[in-house]
């Protein structure tokens, strides 16, 4: 028995730990790249881009020292009824800091198969060096959240902060 014991505690003790819920572990979601199309059941997302702001995208930087940025898309309705919403977007540091971004576009109204552009604009450290987005539907926030890694070569490099005289 005691024998029994000894092993079954070697065998626990080997057993994968389960990841701590909530957080990142909290939505169920699809996850790819920004050039991947992706699909949650409902929408599909795809030509995504995530840029420095221009100053026709009407965003600046919130506060001196932070950088604005834009992430585009197309989305498009998959289903077989009329879809409307915007995104909630957060990106995401490698030591999972969040940045939340706000939307820059009036949200879509869609038809089965109609697409749209979704675009939204974050003000970001400037040192802030995004490695993940997370798109949620704001008017269906249980519907599977969009994860989308962001590669070195998705951003440019932050431009040397402007210096004063």
Same mark, same amino acid.
């Given at each position: 028995m005691l024998l029994a014991f000894v092993l079954g505690g070697a065998l626990l003790a080997n ?75 957060? !990106? ?17 109204? !869609? ?21 993940? !987005?997370? !798109? ?30």
């Amino acid at each position: 028995m005691l024998l029994a014991f000894v092993l079954g505690g070697a065998l626990l003790a080997n057993a994968a730990p389960t990841p701590v819920p909530g957080g990142a572990n909290q939505t169920a979601g699809v996850s790819g790249t920004m050039s991947q199309t992706l699909f949650n059941g409902t929408l599909r997302i795809k030509s995504m881009s995530l840029k420095d702001a221009a100053p026709a995208d009407h965003i600046n930087p919130n506060a001196p020292g932070e950088r604005a940025l834009v992430f585009r898309a197309i989305v498009s309705n998959g289903t077989k009824h009329e879809h409307h919403g915007y995104f909630d977007a957060s !990106l995401a540091d490698a030591n999972g800091i969040t940045v939340a971004g706000r939307p820059l576009d009036s949200g879509w109204s !869609l038809e089965p198969g109609a697409a749209a552009h979704a675009v939204n604009g974050f003000s970001v450290p400037h040192d802030f060096v995004p490695v993940r !987005l997370v !798109l949620i539907e704001s008017a269906h926030p249980k519907a599977r959240a969009f994860r989308i890694a962001i590669r070195p070569t998705d951003l440019a490099p932050a431009p040397a902060p402007a210096t004063t005289p």
